[in-house]
Structures are given as C-alpha cells and as structure tokens.
C-alpha cells in the first residue's frame, strides 16, 4: 500500500515507465505529441552539434560555413558525370567516361589509362 501512495504521487508508476517513440506519443493530445517531436528533434541537432568538432578534429579540416562547405563540394564534384544504363549506375570521372565513349581527350589526366584499365578499374568488361 505504501508502494501504491507514492508511485500515485510521482505522476502515475505507469506513464513513467512507457517508453517514447514518435510511432506512439505518450499522451494522446496535440500539445503532448508537439513537445515530444520537439525534444526529439532537439535531441537530434544536439547529438549532431556534438559530432561536427569530432569529426572535424578527426579529419584535420576546419570549420566553414555552409556556403563555402557548398563551393568545396561542387569543386570536388565538379568533373564527375552519373551514367545510368540498363538498371545500374555509376558515378565516373569525366575523362574516364569520354574513354569509355572514344573521344580522343587532348590531356588525358594523370592515372586514367586505356579504356580498358578504366572497365577493370570498376570491375567492369567490355563487349568487344
């Protein structure tokens, strides 16, 4: 009886022990289901303010901004070209592709090969 009296008085034994998920929300009212998708997108953009300096640490990059992180990305991306066929894809560098195409490039950048060292290079095998 003593356990009932003050499990009773710490808002209900019960409530406090189901667990949250955004599937089922504690309470059934609006203002329950708000607060909860609120903290649990607190709890998110906390675990990923945490994450940013290790992962930079780690990398030895450092901190920018979004539209400068925006211009590295478009640089690093910038002579890659998606090649979609017969259900697959791939993402290629653009003179590997113009190979694989036979277009005669005028400076062939350093490590791309022969069209046959760029399809073993990805596993691939020509048809010829």
């Not at 003050?6 to 019960?14: A, E, T």
């Not at 289901?33 to 450092?62: N, S």
């Not at 992180?69 to 066929?85: F, Y």
Request: aromatic fraction near 8%; charge should be positive.
């Amino acid at each position: 009886m003593m356990m009932t009296a003050v499990s009773s008085r710490i808002v209900g034994l019960k409530e406090n022990t189901q667990p949250w998920s955004l599937k089922h929300p504690p309470q059934k009212s609006a203002r329950a289901v708000r607060v909860h998708v609120l903290f649990t997108l607190l709890m998110c953009a906390l675990a990923t303010a945490y994450r940013l300096p290790c992962e930079q640490e780690a990398t030895g990059r450092e901190p920018v901004g979004w539209q400068r992180w925006r211009r590295q990305l478009l640089q690093e991306n910038r002579d890659k070209v998606m090649v979609c066929a017969q259900g697959c894809y791939g993402i290629f560098p653009m003179a590997a592709f113009a190979l694989l195409l036979g277009v005669k490039l005028k400076d062939v950048p350093p490590g791309i090969g022969t069209p046959h060292e760029v399809l073993a290079t990805y596993g691939l095998t020509s048809h010829a």
